[in-house]
């Protein structure tokens, strides 16, 4: 997951690398029956960890990154919600790729996403954008709102299929 800065302060926050460290998921694939296919994946909140960090009027420390994870999982509602889910409702080819929609849940709130997938071997590879908002996710700001994450956050996957 890659989040982005903005605002006023923007120059001294950075671009995060968010990762899923523990999920889990499976995944139907019949190549010759998409209307077959389903994708359910999970992703334990607690287990996202910051990777790395862009820009910044300073790198990141282990610190920093400890209280970031800190204040996602706050953002996230971990206790109460402690899992992401998406479990696919459709597959539809989209010339050289693969469009999977599905429903996303997070923070108990279920919503409609498009993502657009490329399968290379035994990889699929891929990318949506989820605006936090309409989940009712507040985005993360400090500094009275003068630097604060984007609403939109890019979410990016690469797994690898096996049998």
């Excluded at 926050?13 to 296919?37: F, M, Y």
């Excluded at 800190?70 to 109460?80: D, F, P, Q, T, V």
Aim: a negative charge.
């Amino acid at each position: 997951m890659r989040t982005f800065r903005a605002g006023v302060g923007a120059a001294v926050g950075h671009d995060l690398t968010i990762v899923a460290t523990r999920w889990r998921g499976r995944a139907e694939v019949d190549p010759s029956d998409l209307a077959a296919c389903s994708v359910r994946v999970r992703v334990d909140v607690d287990g996202l960890e910051v990777r790395s960090g862009e820009g910044g009027a300073k790198p990141l420390t282990d610190s920093d990154k400890r209280s970031i994870e800190g204040s996602i999982r706050g953002l996230l509602a971990a206790e109460r919600h402690p899992e992401i889910e998406f479990a696919s409702t459709g597959v539809a080819e989209e010339g050289d790729a693969l469009a999977v929609s599905g429903t996303l849940s997070i923070v108990g709130v279920a919503r409609p996403v498009r993502l657009v997938c490329h399968r290379d071997g035994n990889r699929v590879r891929g990318a949506a954008e989820v605006v936090q908002s309409e989940w009712g996710i507040r985005p993360y700001s400090a500094f009275f709102g003068a630097l604060r994450v984007k609403d939109e956050v890019t979410v990016e996957f690469d797994v690898a299929l096996s049998d």
